[in-house]
């Protein structure tokens, strides 16, 4: 017990990258507001989101965050030593649960090493965001079930892929589709001019990857346009971690006029700016359903490195990147991927849908359905939905230890 009477609930809550930063620091704000008669404690792994939920970090979340095979073997010996400071930390503190933020290959081996270690076992692990074991890695799931209390998942068809080996799951939404109105279907003023907007990822390698190619696509346009009398006004949105590089970036090709505006990005269903677009250019990720909330048409691009691109075109069971298209099974959003992912194919696929409106609003009204399942069918926030049962799940563990 605190002086105040309340009970101290802690938590251990580990989130690896930019998104996972948003969703915990989400589910962290939820959580509290619940339970507003105890007092909780939050410390393990997060980004500026989750620091003001009150997260006492223990290392900086950019030091999980990376992408594709090669860059994990460069950086094993730094994520072997985030993996041990983690374990170590939660076996001398004792939290009453330890949850997860999607990245599960740091996730689940983390779990694993606490799970085996008989000072942390006990320990209930609850994870955020079901790895896509419909995809590739099917063996997750089984795993998932050995090592964890429980599962909640962003999207409605995951619970039966754990569930069938005995992992308590639950939906509870998608947060970047929220509301009543799943999409606004927009009408542009022909007066105003358009907006592009390029959306170059949430981690520095892929910022690296993908920019070069967006800036010289977005060249193209602009002299292809020129050419024709049009106009359209450049936007990049940076998400958080990544401001810097982009800038440097940006300013290195020495084309001020390239580039409008650049725009921080606060979090998924904060992007009001998003609402002024047109089209956009955007890297694979959770980005791509805040863009059809706010009615943009778009481009979908991922390019990584030629190892990684090896293996994944070996082991992925699925035909696209794009969960809306993955839920249509079909290519209502178009898709550059790996070797197609070039700056003369981005500038083609965007150039029908920059010229021609009936070209954005039938791909806004393929996708409207198809967001409309990824809310959960209480009502309330994903974040109230997924804290509700997070809490549920802990009243069926042991009493919280009282300090």
Wanted: net charge positive; hydrophobic share 45%.
């Amino acid at each position: 017990m605190t002086r105040t009477g309340k009970k101290t609930y802690r938590f251990f809550i580990v989130a690896g990258e930019a998104s996972g930063d948003i969703l915990g620091a989400g589910l962290m704000a939820a959580m509290k507001e619940q339970r507003r008669d105890v007092r909780l404690v939050f410390e393990g792994v997060g980004g500026r989101h989750m620091c003001r939920q009150g997260l006492k970090p223990l290392f900086d979340m950019g030091l999980l965050s990376v992408m594709g095979y090669s860059q994990v073997l460069w950086r094993l010996p730094t994520l072997i030593a985030c993996l041990r400071r983690c374990v170590v930390h939660v076996a001398h503190g004792q939290p009453d649960m330890v949850i997860t933020v999607d990245s599960p290959s740091f996730a689940m081996r983390f779990v694993s090493r606490l799970k085996k270690n008989k000072e942390t076992a006990s320990i209930p692990c609850i994870h955020y965001v079901a790895p896509t074991v419909w995809a590739w890695k099917a063996g997750r799931a089984q795993d998932m079930a050995r090592l964890y209390q429980g599962l909640l998942t962003l999207l409605p068809f995951e619970p039966p892929y754990f569930e069938c080996y005995g992992l308590p799951t639950y939906f509870a939404g998608h947060p970047s589709v929220v509301g009543t109105e799943v999409i606004r279907c927009r009408r542009r003023d022909d007066k105003r001019i358009m907006r592009l907007c390029l959306c170059p990822g949430s981690r520095p390698s892929e910022v690296r990857h993908h920019l070069p190619l967006m800036l010289e696509a977005v060249s193209l346009l602009k002299r292809r346009c020129l050419a024709e009398g049009v106009t359209f006004e450049t936007w990049i949105v940076m998400a958080q971690g990544v401001e810097a590089r982009i800038r440097s970036m940006v300013e290195g090709r020495g084309e001020p006029s390239l580039i409008d505006r650049l725009w921080a990005r606060e979090g998924a269903g904060k992007e009001e700016g998003f609402e002024g677009m047109d089209v956009a250019l955007a890297v694979s990720g959770t980005v791509s359903l805040d863009l059809a909330v706010k009615g943009v048409a778009m481009v979908i691009i991922y390019k990584i490195d030629r190892l990684t691109a090896w293996i994944v075109k070996r082991c992925v069971r699925v035909r696209y990147a794009t969960l809306v298209n993955l839920m249509a099974e079909s290519m209502l959003i178009p898709e550059l991927l790996f070797d197609a992912c070039t700056a003369v194919k981005m500038a083609e696929t965007l150039y029908p849908l920059m010229m021609e409106k009936d070209a954005r609003e039938q791909q806004q009204k393929a996708v409207a359905p198809f967001l409309r399942q990824l809310r959960c069918q209480d009502g309330h926030h994903p974040f109230t939905t997924a804290a509700t049962q997070l809490w549920r799940w802990l009243a069926h563990q042991p009493s919280p230890k009282a300090l």
